[in-house]
């Protein structure tokens, strides 16, 4: 079973810095993708950023590049998204998601909250 465990979440003043992180398990192969989501109050679920596990392409959305690093550490099963810079637009739940052979997995969110 499947299971995305984020963390790292909390209150930072705008400019400043936070890293999440996605612990994973219930892999059998290195074929996934993991990445984040975040939704803010009022606004539809948008793809932040993932990771491909078997060779580390990576995506962010355009309002987060330069500013947010995806990373993996396959023997810590965990996926790190580093955000520097933040602003008050990125205040939101973020989600930690996988795309593992065609199936969809949800963690639970971790509130991010960027005060100006």
């Known amino acids: 079973e499947v299971q995305l465990q984020a963390s790292g979440g909390g209150l930072v003043q705008a400019g400043g810095s936070l890293r999440l992180s996605c612990a994973f398990s219930?892999?059998?192969?290195?074929?996934?993708?993991i990445g984040w989501f975040r939704q803010a109050p009022g606004q539809e679920r948008e793809r932040v950023s993932c990771?491909?596990?078997?060779?580390?392409?990576?995506y962010y959305v355009d309002s987060v590049k330069g500013r947010f690093t995806i990373s993996k550490d396959n023997s810590k099963n965990t996926v790190y998204l580093q955000m520097n810079s933040l602003n008050a637009e990125d205040t939101a739940v973020y989600y930690c998601?996988?795309?593992?052979?065609?199936?969809?997995?949800w963690g639970k969110g971790t509130l991010v909250t960027v005060s100006s």
């Open positions: 998601w996988s795309v593992y052979y065609g199936m969809n997995y």
């Open positions: 219930g892999f059998t192969y290195d074929d996934w993708t």
């Open positions: 990771i491909v596990g078997l060779d580390g392409t990576t």
